[in-house]
């Protein structure tokens, strides 16, 4: 079995100081918001370590979150709710919270990169690169931001709704998770259109 071999750089047309990457986390727990962040980098401030976030130890990640938000020239962390999750569906929820991202930004951008294959639909200039967060600085700040902001935000649901283990899981459907869910029940942070979540409430 050979390893995969390493993406290339991407290497955008946009060589300007005004490029803002983005990116979600959180598309697959049964529980909470999905949370993206946007990120407008201080070329003259450079950033060692960033890399895509679910690959960076949690001490890793908390250094950086606090480097990030220090040197960038501009950033934002913004949400789509639970409801709007089970209202528009997770895909349309993850580009709602992207798009919040980039036009909270305090210094706009002249082009977005997204992270995946699809992106918001809005008025900037932008393109989508997969697995954006290996590959362009942006979009990896980009991640950190958002996934410590969910992870922290996990851990203090944790506190309110004890017994389902979210502190550790952080949402995900693990297995420690989906007993809770049978032996509990949805608390109000769950999915509702989500298939574990949705047999649950039938069977009430």
Request: aromatic share 6%.
């Amino acid at each position: 079995m050979t390893n995969k071999k390493p993406l290339p750089p991407y290497v955008c047309a946009y060589d300007g100081d005004y490029l803002a990457g983005v990116d979600e986390v959180g598309r697959g727990p049964l529980a909470g918001d999905v949370v993206a962040a946007a990120v407008i980098l201080d070329p003259l401030q450079p950033i060692e370590g960033l890399a895509d976030s679910k690959k960076l130890t949690e001490k890793k990640r908390e250094h950086l979150f606090d480097e990030i938000r220090a040197k960038a020239r501009s950033f934002a962390i913004a949400r789509a709710s639970v409801e709007e999750i089970d209202q528009l569906n997770i895909l349309q929820a993850s580009l709602l919270a992207m798009r919040r991202a980039v036009e909270q930004l305090s210094l706009q951008p002249e082009f977005v990169l997204v992270d995946g294959n699809r992106k918001p639909v809005w008025a900037y200039a932008c393109d989508t690169v997969v697995k954006g967060d290996d590959r362009v600085a942006e979009i990896a700040a980009a991640s950190i931001l958002a996934k410590v902001t969910r992870d922290r935000e996990m851990v203090e649901l944790d506190q309110r709704f004890p017994g389902y283990g979210l502190a550790g899981h952080k949402g995900y459907p693990t297995k420690v998770h989906m007993e809770a869910l049978e032996r509990l029940g949805p608390t109000p942070v769950h999915r509702r259109s989500f298939g574990p979540v949705k047999r649950q409430l039938e069977l009430i």
